[in-house]
């Protein structure tokens, strides 16, 4: 028995059911005798945790991970998550214990890689090629002699050098297919889990050029066919790996999260600053980070991260080094600042139908650092912007670089067992993937221990 997994980051399942299907024949063709559907993402539909959520069934509250970085104890600064951040096995682990042959490229957060009975990859926040990132150490030299440097992601992928967006989209696709090709090909494998990168840039990239309703799209653009072109390219490379495919191989095809236009940005530190919660040593005279030196801790008494969504950090006392909030006094500020997001209209004067919540309403299991707040502004309309010294609270500009999309919960999946019994449209959880792959293998799931979702077989 073998499964082999297509892991494509950010594929939104109404976007692809309605503009791409027919653009892409060999994926449709294996949806025809498949079952597939919505893949509902994780609270909020992030790239990290949403992959360790998947593969372990467990909530971003389980994990003790919110995002691509995370807060330490007795540190207002984010640290970078990395492999050592994630104390619970996966799947991968757990059938490598079961003497499964694995196989897993760049599923996140796997920097540095740890041992497994096969060879891992690292993802794509790994610093970069002159690092130690395959397990075994051998696998990397091999990989420079046969494909040269690995490429890990497209860095700078908020750009307006178009043409150059596109060609490192392009290349970084092409060369993780055909390392994929070449090991499922040369290396024993059971299971084979691999995570192309281009399809969650491309998005973010090129939207606007594509989507009629996209407040930036121009009828006729030079760019208006490069995502139908990308995901046609990018079919043709899993029809390459489906011819060479053993009869008695699972498939499936999965996506951490969906996508969709990009609205505008809130920039919730400026926000707060309005409304009396953050306090700066001094407002800048120029855009810019906003970084915790400065910050006047004395008289602040929330601040926030930007991203898909915002993390906002209440100043606490006995928790944080200077804090400003009595803990008694935390729930009734955590309340109005609630009360403020939630209330939030935009530019027109109408609701945004933005939700501020708190980490232990959306997980069943709070662990680590969460944020105090989540807020996810007008249903993902619209991202959070961090920076200080815009002095305004919408923008139409995300602080890290042009970006014509924001996540969406509705990803996607397709999964074929080689008997053809599994047929028609069902829409499923993030958690079950878990326990699927162990169904697969025949393990038990009691291994995931705290699994939150069930099997799809």
């Not at 494509?8 to 949806?31: R, S, T």
């Not at 192309?196 to 594509?210: L, P, Q, V, Y």
Request: proline share 5%; hydrophobic share 35%.
């Amino acid at each position: 028995m073998k499964l082999f997994v297509f892991g494509l980051d950010g594929v939104p399942f109404n976007f692809f059911e309605n503009e791409l299907k027919d653009k892409v024949p060999n994926i449709k063709k294996l949806i025809e005798n498949s079952q597939y559907g919505i893949l509902k993402s994780i609270t909020p539909p992030i790239t990290v945790p949403a992959w360790i959520c998947m593969l372990s069934g467990k909530t971003p509250g389980d994990l003790g991970i919110y995002g691509f970085r995370n807060r330490k104890p007795d540190e207002y600064k984010l640290s970078v998550t990395t492999s050592y951040s994630l104390k619970t096995d996966t799947v991968l682990e757990i059938l490598s214990k079961k003497e499964k042959k694995i196989i897993a490229i760049g599923i996140p957060p796997s920097y540095p890689p740890k041992p497994i009975n096969g060879i891992r990859i690292s993802c794509f926040l790994t610093p970069g090629a002159q690092s130690e990132y395959t397990y075994p150490k051998n696998i990397k030299k091999e990989i420079e002699e046969k494909f040269g440097e690995y490429i890990f992601d497209v860095r700078g992928f908020r750009t307006e050098d178009k043409e150059w967006l596109k060609k490192e989209i392009f290349k970084l696709t092409d060369q993780r297919f055909e390392i994929v090709k070449y090991f499922l090909k040369n290396k024993e494998w059971d299971l084979f889990f691999f995570i192309e990168m281009g399809t969650d840039r491309i998005h973010h990239g090129f939207w606007r050029f594509f989507d009629k309703n996209h407040k930036l799209y121009e009828k006729g653009n030079e760019y208006e066919n490069v995502i139908p072109e990308y995901y046609g390219f990018i079919d043709k490379k899993v029809g390459e790996i489906l011819d060479e495919l053993p009869e008695d191989t699972w498939i499936l095809i999965v996506s951490d999260h969906g996508a969709k236009r990009l609205e505008g940005c809130i920039a919730v530190n400026e926000l707060l600053i309005k409304e009396g919660y953050l306090s700066l040593k001094s407002y800048p005279d120029k855009q810019m980070r906003l970084e915790p030196e400065m910050i006047d801790f004395k008289n602040t008494y929330a601040y926030g991260e930007g991203g898909y969504y915002a993390r906002v950090f209440l100043n606490v006392k006995g928790r944080d080094k200077e804090g400003k909030i009595d803990k008694n006094d935390y729930e009734k500020v955590r309340r109005e600042l609630k009360e403020i997001f939630e209330g939030l209209k935009n530019e027109e004067g109408k609701d945004m139908g933005t939700k501020a919540y708190y980490p232990e309403e959306i997980y069943p299991e709070v662990k680590g650092f969460p944020p105090d707040l989540i807020v996810i502004f007008g249903d993902l309309n619209y991202r959070s912007v961090g920076s200080v010294g815009i002095n305004k609270i919408f923008t139409l500009e995300n602080d890290t670089g042009p970006d014509d999309a924001n996540h969406s919960y509705e990803g996607i999946y397709v999964l074929k067992d080689p008997d053809n019994t599994l047929k028609g449209r069902k829409d499923v959880d993030i958690y079950d993937i878990a326990e699927t792959i162990l169904k697969i293998f025949n393990e038990n799931a009691e291994e995931l221990r705290i699994n939150r979702g069930k099997s799809l077989i």
